[in-house]
């Protein structure tokens, strides 16, 4: 009997989960800052759309709550 191949177990599905965890972080952090008020310059919104490391983007996430500066997302790293 031949193995089955499931796609969701599959590295390319696995990317593609990774990926559209990575975009709904992005979309969070500048929407968040968005809600707030808080200008976002482009060099601030270049950095977030590149990242690629998923906790970092919560990490921001959270910050994007409180700061009052969007630049102040960066601090202490």
Known sequence: M???QYFWRHPLAEQVR???RL???VEMTLNILEWRGVPVSDAVRHRVETC????????WARRAM???DAEQLFTAE
């Open 2 to 4: 031949a193995a089955i």
């Open 18 to 20: 990774k990926e559209g």
């Open 23 to 25: 975009e709904g972080a």
């Open 52 to 59: 690629t490391d998923e906790d970092l983007l919560k990490l």
């Open 66 to 68: 409180d700061v009052s």
